[in-house]
C-alpha cells in the first residue's frame, strides 16, 4: 500500500506483510507485553483467572508501573517508594487527552472526570476505595494536585485553590495517626466536593468528614500513636505557646501520649510538620484568635488526661492543681 510508510506494511495477495522494520518493531512490542504486562485488565487472554491477574499486577509493579486499568476504573499498587510520574510534566502530558490514549495513571482519571464533568455538564464522582495503607490519601492529594495546576486559574481562584491544597495538613494532623499498618493513617471518611464555574475554575468546596475513631485520643494499641497533632504542637510548638498553653516539651509527661510507647517515627517530622499546620489554619482561614482557641482545646484534652485523683473519707479529690488552672481557662461553649 502505497503511502502508508510511517506503518511501513506492503499489501499482497489480500495479506497484510510486515517489512522488517515493522516485524522486529511488533516483536519488541510483544516482549515488552511480555515483560510488563497488559495496561488494561480486559486484555487479559485468561481474563477470568485470579492468578493471571495478580502476575499482571506482579510484572507492571517490577517495572515500577503501578497503575493498571480494568476498563474505566483504575487499580493502584502502593510503591512505598518515590516515583517520577507526579511532575508538572506527567500532569501536561495528561490534560485533555484521551483516557486510553496514555499510559494508565491517577491524572488521566482525574482528567476525564473534568472533561466530563465540562462537555456533559454533570458532577462527576472518584469513588477511590482499599485497605489500609493502599494509598487513597495520596490518591486524593494527587487529584487535587493535578486540578490545582491544571484549571483555569486567577486571582481568587488561586485563594481557592490553595484552601483546598492547605486543608489537607490540617484534616490530617486532627484526624491522622500512626498505626501498625500506616505511619499516616486517616482515622476518618472523608467525602470531598469541589465545585467549579462555568468557566472550569474551581471556585469552593466542602469536606465532610465522618467515622473519626475518638476513642483513638484515651488509649493507643501497642507500637501506634495518638493524632498528629498533639505531638505536633508539643515538638514544634514555640516556646511563648507552650508557656501559654501549660504544656511542657516533653510528650512522654502526657499520659494520652504514652499508652502506645512510640512517641516517635522515623517517617514522621513532628517539628516541621507543625509550621506547615500551623501556616494552613491561616490559609484556609482561621484567624490567630481563633488558632489560639483551637489549641488550647488540644491542650486541654492533654491536661484532662493527666488528671489525678485521691480518695479521702469516702469523698474523691482532683490531687492535680496544674492541669485545674488550665483546664480552668478554656472556655468550652
Ligand atoms: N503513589 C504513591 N507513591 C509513593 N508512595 C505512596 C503512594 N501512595 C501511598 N504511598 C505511601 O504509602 C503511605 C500510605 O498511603 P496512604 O496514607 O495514602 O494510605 P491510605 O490508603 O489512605 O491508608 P489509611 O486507610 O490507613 O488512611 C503513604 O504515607 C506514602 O508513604
Redesign the pocket.
Known sequence: MKGTKPLSMEYRWGQVVASDGVRAMMESALTARDRVGVQDFVLLENYTSEAAFIENLRKRFKENL?YTYIGSVLVSV??????EIYTKNHMERYRGVNFYEVSPHIYAVSDNAYRSMRTERKDQCILIS?E????????SKKILQYYAVTCPASEHVQTIKDRLLQSNPVLEAFGNAK?L??????RFGKYMDIQFDFKGAPVGGHIINYLLEKSRVVHQNHGERNFHIFYQIIEGGEEDLLRRLGLERNTQQYQYLVKGNCPKVSSISDRSDWKVVRKALTVIGFNDDEVEELLNIIASVLHLGNVQYSEEESYTHITSDIQIKYLARVRLN
Open positions: 503501578i502502593n510503591p512505598y517508594k518515590d516515583l482499599g489500609s495503607g493502599a494509598g487513597k490519601t495520596e490518591a498505626t499498618r500506616n505511619d499516616n493513617s486517616s
